[in-house]
Each structure stands twice: as structure tokens, then as C-alpha cells.
């Protein structure tokens, strides 16, 4: 008895590999017709906001205190940091700790929130990995705002004692910025923590560290405890 031999549906496979690769070619993995979720909505509303301030309001901010100050300008740009100012003088003269962390905050994250708002629209997988990486900054910034103040007894924060300026320009205006990536850092977590734990199968070397990184680690930790060990024997032969 002859056995049949089934044959494969050249056409129906070719046809499967055309959607697999058009599903590949799209932003959104394969859900291009899928409109965005809720969540998905807010979240491409917040990177709008968010490179809109950076750039078009921290920005301005940090070439004019690089120049002339917000004080000192006529700049209409001057305008709303005027009014801030109210509520915290640094913000109307150059003072070094606010405006060293304006230089990423405006140039750094600002870039970075509108490429994050095309990664949440188009779905792009790397947007977790960025999105880690901003909001840690914009809640590292966030601190280093008032933190020092706080730790220093709040002298320039609200000297005018203005509730507007407490409630609304000091804390409304800043704790959105500690609050929502606050929920992305936790997103991006859980995120990119299933990601790892439903890997299978050998992980590429490339994704490692090799030997020259490794020996730069060992040599900085090395020469780091040369350096803590000089400086301790300094201080006791000194």
C-alpha cells in the first residue's frame, strides 16, 4: 500500500510569513488597528505635557539664567518664571543647584518625554527601558528641588507666605512630576520583570558583561580602595 505524503501548502505558508512580517513592520506588534488603551492615552497625554515643559518652558528658563537671569531679562519667555519666582527666588536668579539640574532636566528628559510619547503611540517594547530611565530622573530631580530646602529650613520656598504660591505653584505644579513617574517607574518594573521571567533558553553572551568590562569594574573598585585606604592612613599619620 502506497503511502500518501503530505505535502505543505507552499501558498499558505508564504501567506503567514507576509502577515508575520507586515504585524513586524508595524509600530504597535502586530495591533495596528487596535486603538490605544486608557492607559495608553494618559500615559502619551503625560510625555506630551512633559516635552512641552522641558523644552518649552524649562529650556527657556536655563538660557536666560545662563545669560542675563530671569530677573534681569524683558524677555516675554521671563514672564511666567517671574511669577514662579514669587513662590521661590531661585528661580529668578542664578542659583547653582537649580540651575545645574535644569541642564538634563531641559536637555535630556524634555528629548527623551517625546520620544517616549512616539514609543506609547506606535508601542515600541524599548519604551520601558527609557521609561525607567526618565521618570527615576524627573523623581531624582523632583528631590533635589526641595530637598535642600528642607533639610535647610525651607528659606526660600513661599516667602511671601501666599497660599497660591504654596498649594498651587509649589506643591500642584511639582508633584505631578513625582507622582506619575511614580506609576511608570512601577509599570516599566513589572514590565520588564514578567519580560526576564518568561525568557527561555540560553541567554546570549552579548547581553553580559565580558572580561574587558569586567576588568574595569575590578580596577575601578580596586583603585577606589587604594584611594579610601590612602586617605584613611593620611589622616591617622597626619
Known sequence: MQRRVHKPD??????????????????????????????????L????????????????????????????????????????AKADPRWGRLHDCTAALEVPTALLWGPLAAALAYATYTRKPWRHFWQVICATGEIYGNWMTFGPEWLTGSRELNPQNNWVHKWVYLFYANVLWLVIPLFLLIESAAVIIDACARAKGPRPEARWLGK??????????????VVVGYFGMVKHLV
Open 45 to 84: 497625554t503625560w510625555y506630551i505635557l512633559d516635552a512641552v515643559t522641558h523644552l518649552g518652558l524649562e529650556l527657556p528658563w536655563l538660557v536666560l539664567t545662563l545669560t542675563v537671569t530671569v530677573d534681569k531679562s524683558n524677555h516675554w519667555m521671563a514672564l511666567p518664571w517671574k511669577e514662579y
Open 212 to 225: 574587558l568590562e569586567a576588568s574595569v569594574i575590578y580596577s575601578m573598585l580596586a583603585l577606589y580602595a
Open 10 to 43: 507552499l501558498a499558505h505558508s508564504n501567506m503567514e510569513i507576509k502577515h508575520a512580517a507586515l504585524a513586524g513592520s508595524t509600530g504597535r506588534t502586530g495591533r495596528r488597528h487596535d486603538a490605544l488603551s486608557i492607559g495608553e492615552r494618559a500615559v
